[in-house]
């Protein structure tokens, strides 16, 4: 998660904005105007003439450490009820809508300037925002994106920089898109930093909903939490601007009728604006004719799965909504090439090897039904279990997995020897045999053992892009990867792979990952 809280002017030194034209619904307290150069939501980073902004956050209450602000230099405070302090006080109704407010006036207002693009929604977020920006690429338009898979690195110096997620490290890299003369931006939008008002202060020309599950459920509390929770990514959308939605998704389709604004529907069962209809799907690639209106063309993708058909119709929809004509879309989206640990086929002989990064129940089906549609034989899947979900999605996953595979191994995302079991036991409340699974906390074991007992034929899906941080002989942390135990498990049962094959600078030994 992005820590950014700090933004100040890009403005000339001396200039600034006025808190009170910024806040008008604010309640003053001290009786004068403040000029605003800087602001800052943690009292850790606050820097003398610092606008410190109180949010009550999950662990601790931004309110309670207003002198410890004060003492470091803050001039003012913007907070939700008053305080027992000397400086200067506005009371807001909402302490984190305002800090997104004053964010993007000290970095330029960026969306003044920008064509700017927000995709939420449960899955696919991330494929679709790098659609989307390899449609804006071939259309010679001068964008940049932040995604989970790629971070915000081609305008942010950093070597792995996290998405932006609040309003102040959206703010600021909004601010540095536009200070690069960048035209458009896409960002990808989770239902956290809905949650929290990261969005406040951005305008969007283009929101995405792609589809809307039950998810996070152990941070929203209810399903129908989590759906308000997504759906509020159209406050930020501008009155003149347009919704992609998706006609199959139950939920998405419901919001045509409360929405006022232009919309496009993207589908494949439903009627919709934007629809596909597969015509080939081989191992590594597929065919499908996309229709927008009148309009067809057939459309090659690396990519396979109906879930990535989703995909790229909703991209296209953000390309023709931006003035894009058809034959360039369908360039964009057969330009932008398989990304790692998406559905990605790591080998085919003597059986298949997936990876996938998916861990929920909507994610591993989508899996999980590609793959059954190339395998001829058994489906052997290594499922990651993931701690933070709720006991009911732990459930209805472990029924997922009794389903549709052949054989499941159920793994955490490390190798240490510490382990939570209790997940795991949620899963298996969800089998009605439960004694078909296998549980082998090791993740490093557990990949082995599922590679162990497929056959020519089969296929074997390792799924939640396990990565473990280990040091080598005292040496800085490298990162071991499931695509590195998979290829050290086949180069030392199957043979090496050969020389043609790109992956073959990256093989271990299997002892390397045995702890």
């Known amino acids: 998660m992005s820590t950014q809280t700090w933004v100040e002017t890009q403005q000339v030194p001396g200039w600034g904005y006025s808190?009170?034209?910024?806040?008008?619904?604010?309640?003053?307290?001290?009786?004068?105007?403040?000029?605003?150069?800087?602001?800052?939501?943690?009292?850790?980073?606050?820097?003398?003439?610092?606008?410190?902004?109180?949010?009550?956050?999950?662990?601790?209450?931004?309110?309670?450490?207003?002198?410890?602000?004060?003492?470091?230099?803050?001039?003012?405070?913007v907070g939700e009820r008053l305080l027992a302090v000397s400086a200067p006080q506005f009371i807001v109704e909402d302490s984190r809508i305002a800090l997104g407010t004053i964010c993007h006036a000290l970095s330029g207002n960026p969306c003044q300037h920008l064509r700017t693009i927000g995709v939420a929604g449960t899955d696919g977020k991330t494929v679709i925002s790098l659609l989307i920006d390899s449609i804006l690429r071939h259309a010679n338009l001068n964008c940049a994106a932040a995604t989970s898979l790629r971070g915000a690195s081609d305008l942010w110096d950093q070597e792995s920089p996290d998405i932006p997620d609040n309003s102040p490290s959206i703010a600021h890299w909004l601010g540095s898109v536009m200070a690069a003369g960048r035209s458009h931006a896409v960002l990808e939008i989770s239902s956290?930093?809905?949650?929290?008002?990261?969005?406040?202060?951005?305008?969007?020309?283009?929101?995405?909903?792609?589809?809307?599950?039950?998810?996070?459920?152990?941070?929203?509390?209810?399903?129908?939490?989590?759906?308000?929770?997504?759906?509020?990514?159209?406050?930020?959308?501008r009155p003149d601007g347009t919704l992609i939605l998706n006609a199959d998704d139950p939920t998405s389709r419901r919001l045509l009728d409360v929405v006022d604004v232009p919309a496009l529907t993207v589908g494949i069962h439903q009627p919709a604006e934007i629809t596909a209809s597969l015509l080939d799907r081989q191992l590594g690639l597929q065919t499908?004719?996309?229709?927008?209106?009148?309009?067809?063309?057939?459309?090659?993708?690396?990519?396979?799965?109906?879930?990535?058909?989703?995909?790229?119709?909703?991209?296209?929809?953000?390309?023709?909504?931006?003035?894009?004509?058809?034959?360039?879309?369908?360039?964009?989206?057969?330009?932008?090439?398989?990304?790692?640990?998406?559905?990605?086929?790591?080998?085919?002989?003597?059986?298949?090897?997936?990876?996938?990064?998916?861990?929920?129940?909507?994610?591993?089906?989508?899996?999980?039904?590609?793959?059954?549609?190339?395998?001829?034989?058994?489906?052997?899947?290594?499922?990651?279990?993931?701690?933070?979900?709720?006991?009911?999605?732990?459930?209805?996953?472990?029924?997922?997995?009794?389903?549709?595979?052949?054989?499941?191994?159920?793994?955490?995302?490390?190798?240490?020897?510490?382990?939570?079991?209790?997940?795991?036991?949620?899963?298996?409340?969800?089998?009605?045999?439960?004694?078909?699974?296998?549980?082998?906390?090791?993740?490093?074991?557990?990949?082995?053992?599922?590679?162990?007992?497929?056959?020519?034929?089969?296929?074997?899906?390792?799924?939640?892009?396990?990565?473990?941080?280990?040091?080598?002989?005292?040496?800085?942390?490298?990162?071991?990867?499931d695509r590195d135990v998979c290829q050290a498990w086949l180069s030392n049962r199957v043979g090496p792979r050969t020389d043609d094959d790109p992956g073959n600078e990256s093989i271990h030994r299997l002892d390397d990952f045995r702890p």
């Open 19 to 77: 808190l009170r034209k910024l806040l008008p619904q604010a309640k003053s307290v001290g009786g004068r105007d403040v000029l605003v150069t800087s602001c800052c939501g943690n009292w850790r980073e606050c820097r003398p003439n610092d606008l410190y902004v109180a949010v009550e956050g999950s662990h601790e209450d931004g309110h309670d450490f207003a002198q410890n602000a004060i003492d470091q230099g803050a001039s003012a405070i």
């Open 192 to 237: 956290l930093t809905l949650a929290q008002h990261g969005l406040a202060g951005a305008q969007l020309d283009v929101a995405v909903l792609g589809n809307i599950r039950r998810d996070h459920l152990a941070f929203h509390g209810t399903a129908e939490n989590y759906r308000d929770v997504q759906s509020r990514v159209l406050k930020y959308l």
């Open 288 to 481: 499908f004719l996309l229709t927008a209106g009148g309009d067809s063309a057939v459309v090659s993708t690396a990519m396979i799965g109906k879930h990535h058909i989703y995909n790229c119709l909703t991209a296209a929809a953000v390309g023709l909504a931006l003035g894009i004509d058809l034959p360039t879309v369908v360039a964009g989206i057969e330009r932008l090439q398989p990304l790692p640990v998406r559905l990605e086929c790591l080998s085919s002989h003597p059986f298949s090897v997936w990876l996938d990064s998916g861990r929920r129940t909507s994610q591993l089906a989508a899996a999980i039904q590609t793959i059954g549609q190339e395998t001829r034989r058994r489906l052997h899947v290594v499922a990651t279990i993931d701690g933070r979900s709720g006991s009911d999605q732990l459930r209805h996953l472990g029924h997922l997995l009794e389903r549709v595979a052949d054989q499941v191994t159920l793994t955490q995302d490390r190798a240490e020897p510490c382990y939570d079991y209790e997940p795991m036991h949620q899963v298996l409340d969800g089998f009605e045999t439960p004694g078909q699974a296998m549980v082998i906390p090791n993740r490093w074991r557990a990949i082995e053992w599922a590679l162990s007992q497929a056959e020519p034929g089969d296929a074997v899906l390792v799924a939640g892009d396990g990565r473990v941080n280990v040091a080598v002989d005292g040496e800085s942390p490298c990162w071991i990867t």
